[in-house]
């Protein structure tokens, strides 16, 4: 086990990010004790800098009970080099793991530059930034120092009916997003090679559960059903995605920057595939009994939109590696997560107002006019 004491998370105002720092201080927002205490005693410096997608919000638990003691905020954009290397020194950060980045599909085929800006320049500078701060070398690789890099199984392109994604598998991204994340995964592994900074890397799936921003699928259905908006299904709605509970993706990354070897890469899936349409069909089914509406009415609100450009088909991940060298596994059953998130959306109509109104209102009538949303 690695001694973490120092811990810099960047993007943590965001959807995984926020719930990873909830999940470090015990303050799961699962509704289950199934996940566990992380066990962690040590600092956690968040740098983000607040993106339309960064929401202080989701931290107000976190910053009353430990801000200032063991939780530091710090408004900081990932490509700004002096302001990194200034946290570096603060807080003498011994854990980088990165969350940060621009990550919506459909935002990425709009307005491509901000992806390449964050997702490749900004991991760049983050990497160049640990390297030289932690003096590494490839003749003694350090193993009291981590960069763990979260990515994504999108890196991989797509599948067709059969088969899965494994950790070499090679890359085919498809979207600016995707091919700025896999960018990324490539600078990471070239400093592990050429300059021994002690990295390590996951690819998950699409992870579903609270704080996540209503323009993805779920929560955006959730919402969408609760104001008896239409829902906007691309193409046949017959691409298939994997879907995981956030906290299950992180107590992978927990495992990994804990356990894993410098240099590996490790896939972390739900093994829980499901057509859009048929996803949709049952967030009908659980939203309208919760909210007392009628399942068929919310149905007749299906509207099939555009196909998103270069949609990939099917994603589908093998995490064989992870179970059986790290002991992780998923904990929480589909049927028990979509529903606890349902619930979570549903009872923090405050928190999912406030995104809703203002700049994003403004962005969606801007970019979304023919869906109707
Ligand atoms: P998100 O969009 O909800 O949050 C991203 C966060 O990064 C925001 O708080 C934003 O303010 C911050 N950020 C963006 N640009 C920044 C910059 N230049 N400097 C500092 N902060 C910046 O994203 P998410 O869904 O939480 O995804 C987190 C990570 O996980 C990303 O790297 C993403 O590629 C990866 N991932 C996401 C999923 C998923 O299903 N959401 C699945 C696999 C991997
Ligand atoms: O696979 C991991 C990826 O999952 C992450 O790397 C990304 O950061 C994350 O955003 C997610 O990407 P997707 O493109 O799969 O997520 P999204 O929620 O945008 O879409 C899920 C599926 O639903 C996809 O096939 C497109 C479809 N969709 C999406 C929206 C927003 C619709 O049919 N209608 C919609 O309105």
Redesign the pocket.
Known sequence: MRKLKNILITGGAGFIGCNFIHYLFGLSNSGTDLFGDANFTGNVVNADCLTYAGNLESLKDVEEKFGGKRYFFEKVDICDRAEIERIFKQYDIDTVIHFAAE????RSILGPEAFMKTNVMGTYTLLDVARNYWKCSLDNIRDDVLFHHIS???VYGSLGETGYFLETTPYDPRSPYSSSKASSDHIVMAYYHTYGLPITLSNC??NYGPFQFP???LP?MISNIKNGKNL???GK?D?I?DWIYVEDHNRGVWEIVNKSPAGEKWNLGGENEWQ?IKLLNEVIDLTSKEIGKSAEEVRATITYVKD?PG?DKR?AIDCTKAKTQLGWERKMTFKQGLLATIKWYLNHEEWMNHILSGDYKNWVAKNYTEQGR
């Open positions: 990550s919506h599909v459909d994504t199984d999108e799936t699409n323009e993805k699928l955006l906007p299904v691309y709605g691409n995605r859009n998103r949609h994603y």
